[in-house]
């Protein structure tokens, strides 16, 4: 179920669930709100058209085809219940597994190249990360307690940076984040790049993570 990028592995790996790779998408759903207390909302899904991957949306030019909100209410369908999730993904078996941020966690978003950066430098210090997921799209977030969204430009600030002259951003209220292994159509699936453990069920704060992200990010401009 949950794919993990080889290699990144060490000390957040101790203690870590077993990789359960055969799971349904209604089972992993399921276990992200039991195990972890995540609020979990099913979204779109790819269809078969032609003998091609389309969105569920219909749209052909879909940014997300398969990894975005299926309704505009998806705030409220969001539950933290394993069994309204179960529920609802025996409704729609093959959608995908949405995440909003600003509850349980908020996400700090970074570059691909700046990501691998920040979390070689984080072990390199013996740093405890949350979990952190790969996109498709070559983006990869950093799971951290919320508030990070509202504290971010002072962060930023406070390390020497302009909040617009790097390529970071904290999705919070109002956002959310597509869960391994949601597909992006023919682009991939999102991946772990560290996954959820007993290890790092208590997630860091935006402080203890700012300042390897936003010099991975200075990097990589």
């Not at 949306?57 to 940014?63: E, H, K, L, Q, S």
């Not at 993904?89 to 920040?118: H, K, N, Y």
Request: charged fraction near 20%; aromatic fraction near 8%; glycine fraction near 10%.
């Amino acid at each position: 179920m949950e794919e993990t990028i080889p290699g990144t592995h060490t000390a957040h790996t101790v203690g870590q669930i077993p990789q359960q790779r055969g799971d349904s998408l209604l089972e992993t759903a399921v276990r992200y709100a039991e195990e972890r207390h995540w609020d979990v909302f099913p979204g779109a899904w790819l269809e078969d058209v032609d003998g091609v991957q389309r969105c569920s949306c219909g749209d052909p030019a879909c940014a997300a085809p398969g990894a975005h909100p299926a309704h505009e209410d998806w705030a409220t369908q969001a539950t933290g219940s394993a069994t309204v999730a179960r529920r609802m993904w025996q409704q729609r078996p093959t959608a995908s597994i949405l995440l909003p941020t600003g509850r349980a966690f908020d996400a700090m978003c970074v570059p691909e190249t700046a990501g691998f950066l920040a979390l070689a430098r984080m072990e390199r210090m013996g740093m405890t990360l949350g979990p952190v997921t790969l996109t498709p799209e070559r983006r990869m977030q950093f799971f951290v307690l919320p508030g990070a969204c509202a504290k971010l430009p002072d962060l930023v600030r406070g390390l020497g940076w302009s909040p617009g002259s790097l390529d970071l951003v904290a999705l919070g209220d109002g956002a959310y984040v597509a869960a391994p292994p949601t597909r992006y159509g023919t682009r991939g699936a999102v991946q772990w790049a560290c996954r959820p453990t007993p290890a790092n069920r208590w997630l860091p704060d935006a402080e203890e993570l700012i300042s390897a992200l936003a010099y991975a990010c200075g990097r990589d401009r």
